[in-house]
């Protein structure tokens, strides 16, 4: 799906970039500007439901922080359940974690262990793909309590660090894509 969609919003004009944030060298894709405007927060929202809304979906699974703004609105469009993934010690009952690497070390998420029961189907939901370590950190914890992947959808990504070919063999859609 294109940037630019039927509802004539061109969601790749809403995001900024910051030179070196967090770090030197490092391009960081701003999501802010899309949010604060009703009209592109809405026609992001829309068209990821429009891509999820025939896959059956039981659960959203997204990521903190960002992974969920939208991941809950999307959870309510597609009239399915949403499962927040924390930061390890932020869920107050029995977890599953999963570490992932980021460039300067580890990090890891954690579900409730009860969070996908009996195959459910679930749709990964985070604000952008990049290297795919974070969505494969959520494939694994779906994985290893009975769900099934059904697929992965993000507002950005950036096809340079290849996070595509790393959630293989998931489905990936993308609203816009960065270079």
Do not use: Q, W
Not at 49 to 62: S, T
Not at 64 to 83: D, K, N, P, Q, S
């Amino acid at each position: 799906m294109s940037a630019l969609a039927d509802d004539g919003v061109n969601l790749r004009g809403y995001i900024r970039e910051i030179p070196d944030f967090p770090h030197a060298g490092i391009m960081f894709k701003d999501i802010t500007p899309l949010l604060l405007d009703p009209r592109a927060l809405d026609a992001a929202v829309a068209r990821l439901i429009k891509y999820a809304r025939d896959l059956e979906i039981d659960y959203v699974v997204a990521a903190e922080a960002r992974g969920f703004i939208l991941g809950g609105a999307l959870a309510r469009g597609l009239r399915a359940g949403f499962v927040p993934a924390r930061k390890r010690g932020k869920l107050p009952s029995d977890v599953v974690s999963s570490e992932y690497a980021l460039e300067y070390g580890l990090d890891a998420l954690e579900v409730h262990a009860d969070a996908f029961a009996g195959g459910a189907r679930v749709l990964i939901h985070d604000d952008l793909l990049a290297t795919g370590g974070t969505a494969h950190a959520l494939a694994d914890l779906v994985g290893r309590l009975g769900g099934d992947v059904v697929a992965c959808a993000f507002l950005v990504e950036l096809t340079e660090f290849g996070g595509r070919k790393k959630l293989e063999p998931h489905a990936v859609h993308s609203l816009i894509s960065f270079d």
